[in-house]
Nanobody, 123 residues
Framework: QVQLVESGGRLVQTGDSLRVSCEVS????????MAWYRQTPGKEREYVAA????????YYADAVKGRFSVSRDNAKDTMSLQMNGLKPEDTAVYYC????????????????WGQGTQVTVSS
């Protein structure tokens, strides 16, 4: 059974930096393309960033480009999201997602999901 477990979310101030992580078990991690999404109450889940299996290719939503950085460590089965210059509008539950298909980066269709970690940015 594939499990994705996020960690690192907490309350921070506007302008702060924060790193959230996702640990994967139950699947060969290096075979998964991975992504971060976020969701606030009453809104649809929003794509944030994605990373290829090797980590060589990284993709970002316009809202976070230049502030967030996605990375992965295939030796530790872990993906991270470094968030800098946080804004109140970044407040959300952050989810990691994985897919066996490389097409998922284009289709945004991921079959494995974590439970989320709450990031709150106060003004």
């Amino acid at each position: 059974q594939v499990q994705l477990v996020e960690s690192g979310g907490r309350l921070v101030q506007t302008g702060d930096s924060l790193r959230v992580s996702c640990e994967v078990s139950g699947h060969r991690f290096r075979d998964l393309v991975m992504a971060w999404y976020r969701q606030t109450p009453g809104k649809e889940r929003e794509y944030v960033a994605a990373i290829s299996r090797s980590g060589d290719s990284r993709y970002y939503a316009d809202a976070v480009k230049g502030r967030f950085s996605v990375s992965r460590d295939n030796a530790k089965d872990t993906m991270s999201l470094q968030m800098n210059g946080l804004k109140p509008e970044d407040t959300a539950v952050y989810y990691c997602a994985g897919s066996e298909s490389t097409m998922a980066i284009a289709t945004k269709r991921f079959e494995f999901w974590g439970q989320g970690t709450q990031v709150t940015v106060s003004s």
